[in-house]
């Protein structure tokens, strides 16, 4: 019943979007039994531009040896993708030719390969200084791959001092976009802007709309946080209220799913695994539905009627959380118990 009535709303979308808790391995098997039930055009993924044009070459182009061969070399460099479960998410989306796109700044383990991708593509002028970026981010991003107390290599004094021995005169189009969001990147690494990471987000959708997205159907995958229609926990207007904007203005549909464990370990960033946190601020917002939800089964939970009633203002909800999850969600869907996403290697 509940896939049903999930799978009607999703057929009915151009823009379903999926926020989630992170490194679940439940979750990218939810997202590929969407995408084998349902068609889609594009694949948004909470990466970088690049990293994500990089996955569809590589699987695309490669053997499976040669594929292999590239994860060992370069797997801690793929954010969630490291995972084993969202790698394999990322070769069927590539089998079945949906165009992945990525919202993201640069990921601050991402930026080895992203300086192989230049030192490979980038003008002859840069490329000796390239592979000098590639080697030293390497270097200082395997101690903290190791010990994560220590500093990444944007936040590394020789980042700024070997971007600077750039020759920006001799770049072309693309390789220029790059240096501009590695600099972009590096710059919201050092502030911790949420601020400035949401609207390079924004500017990266709106760039994608008009060739990839308007008329099409798309698939999001995105932290709990930005996948709501309305003002998020933090508070900011995220990735999802854009897409919904964008589907009014389409006169089409955005549906927007919240994934979330009721109990469970989840993996760590890179390695290791922790215990789904029920003491979090969200999760003790959202006690009445994980109260409600099996200990055994998935819960499906659909919040339009409940949005209604607040709409109309004939109820007030006194947490915030709760009230924003309610009027941002269209529906929730609960895992009784999460597993880890296990790592590439």
């Given at each position: 019943?509940?896939?049903?009535?999930?799978?009607?709303?999703?057929?009915?979308?151009?823009?379903?979007?999926?926020?989630?808790?992170?490194?679940?391995?439940?979750?990218?098997?939810?997202?590929?039994?969407?995408?084998?039930?349902?068609?889609?055009?594009?694949?948004?993924?909470?990466?970088?531009?690049?990293?994500?044009?990089?996955?569809?070459?590589?699987?695309?182009?490669?053997?499976?040896?040669?594929?292999?061969?590239?994860?060992?070399?370069?797997?801690?460099?793929?954010?969630?993708?490291?995972?084993?479960?969202?790698?394999?998410?990322?070769?069927?989306?590539?089998?079945?030719?949906?165009?992945?796109?990525?919202?993201?700044?640069?990921?601050?383990?991402?930026?080895?390969v992203i300086f192989q991708y230049l030192y490979e593509t980038g003008s002859p002028q840069n490329r000796k200084q390239y592979a000098a970026l590639r080697d030293s981010s390497s270097a200082v991003n395997e101690v903290f791959f190791k010990d994560l107390a220590k500093p990444y290599f944007f936040k590394s004094p020789s980042f700024a001092k070997q971007m600077a021995g750039l020759d920006r005169s001799s770049m072309q189009k693309d390789e220029k976009e790059v240096v501009d969001a590695l600099m972009i990147s590096q710059k919201i690494y050092q502030t911790g802007s949420h601020s400035q990471r949401i609207k390079l987000m924004q500017q990266n959708f709106l760039q994608y709309y008009t060739p990839y997205m308007k008329g099409k159907r798309s698939l999001f995958r995105f932290g709990a946080n930005h996948a709501m229609k309305g003002e998020s926990y933090l508070p900011v207007y995220d990735i999802g209220t854009t897409a919904h904007v964008l589907a009014q203005s389409e006169q089409v549909e955005s549906y927007h799913i919240l994934v979330l464990p009721k109990s469970g370990l989840k993996a760590g960033f890179l390695n290791g695994t922790e215990p789904v946190d029920l003491s979090d601020d969200l999760f003790k917002s959202l006690s009445p539905f994980f109260t409600a939800a099996s200990d055994t089964a998935w819960t499906f939970i659909t919040l339009d009627k409940i949005r209604r009633v607040l709409n109309n203002k004939s109820y007030h909800i006194p947490d915030a959380n709760l009230e924003k999850t309610i009027k941002g969600y269209d529906a929730i869907i609960i895992i009784p118990v999460a597993t880890p996403a296990p790592a590439l290697r």
């Open positions: 019943m509940g896939w049903t009535q999930l799978m009607e709303r999703v057929n009915q979308s151009h823009y379903v979007l999926i926020g989630e808790d992170h490194f679940i391995r439940e979750i990218p098997l939810f997202t590929q039994a969407l995408i084998r039930a349902s068609s889609f055009q594009n694949y948004v993924a909470e990466l970088d531009p690049w990293m994500m044009q990089l996955f569809q070459d590589k699987i695309t182009r490669l053997s499976n040896a040669e594929l292999q061969r590239w994860i060992d070399s370069n797997y801690n460099c793929f954010s969630f993708f490291q995972k084993q479960p969202d790698f394999d998410l990322l070769k069927t989306l590539v089998q079945k030719k949906i165009r992945l796109l990525g919202l993201e700044q640069i990921c601050l383990t991402s930026t080895s």
